[in-house]
């Protein structure tokens, strides 16, 4: 960075003509730009400036490096304007990996009105259940239920504190099998689990406890009550969590 702030004073001194009148052109001191021109020339191993107590001009070398030189600094300004560009008005791609049901009750509240009031930002939605690294694989955010959040992770809460899920059955099911009356019962039904794409079953968590039927696997039954699932539509399915 030296080496710029002194290659950006040398083109400021060069431009015009003198120390301070660079100085006064660039919001800077004459003795700052004289401290850095000479610095650079000796970096450089070559005079770049002519300089007498009347004036100041340009060597050939200095002739040359300027005009190499005003290109590049040029190139370099543009570069920056854009990177500013961001820090005014926030645009271009954001990608985010979120769990499918944060995809399903979470974003639709919160995706529209930021996409409004930022019309320059491209979202790309990721949704899958598979548990990854977001910054290894190159997301730009993602979201995670909190015993799923990695500890060095800086996290902001959204969405509802609390969700809750159903244990839910058609009225066909029921019929044949019965209707549970305790979280136990349900190591005797057949019930759909849900898991990662490696990792073990999810255990279906009640309010005084969790219970995981999955056939061939360990459970623990809890106490509690199962409160009566709402009507369903027709068809036969075994229980969903």
């Given at each position: 960075?030296?080496?710029f ?96 049901a ?28 598979r ?14 239920y909190?015993e ?28 044949r099998r ?18 990662f ?45």
């Amino acid at each position: 960075m030296d080496e710029f702030a002194d290659l950006t004073a040398f083109r400021a001194v060069a431009r015009e003509g003198g120390f301070r009148s660079a100085a006064g052109a660039t919001g800077s001191s004459a003795s700052r730009l004289g401290d850095a021109v000479p610095r650079l020339e000796a970096r450089m191993g070559v005079r770049l400036l002519q300089r007498t107590t009347r004036s100041v001009t340009l060597t050939e070398a200095g002739a040359r490096l300027l005009e190499r030189l005003e290109p590049a600094l040029s190139e370099v300004r543009s570069a920056l304007d854009v990177v500013n560009d961001f820090r005014g008005r926030p645009s271009g791609r954001l990608r985010l990996n979120v769990p499918i049901a944060a995809a399903r009750l979470v974003l639709p509240r919160i995706v529209p009105p930021f996409l409004a009031k930022y019309p320059d930002i491209r979202m790309e939605v990721i949704a899958e259940e598979r548990l990854v690294d977001v910054v290894a694989e190159g997301y730009d955010v993602g979201i995670r239920y909190e015993e799923r959040l990695a500890q060095d992770m800086v996290a902001v809460p959204i969405g509802p504190r609390v969700q809750r899920f159903a244990a839910a059955a058609s009225p066909e099911y029921l019929a044949r099998r019965g209707r549970p009356r305790h979280p136990r019962e349900l190591l005797n039904h057949d019930c759909l689990g849900g898991r990662f794409t490696h990792g073990p079953l999810h255990a279906w968590e009640f309010a005084h406890g969790w219970c995981q039927p999955a056939p061939g696997a360990s459970a623990t039954p809890v106490p509690g009550v199962l409160r009566p699932p709402p009507p369903l539509p027709t068809g036969p399915s075994p229980l969903l969590p």
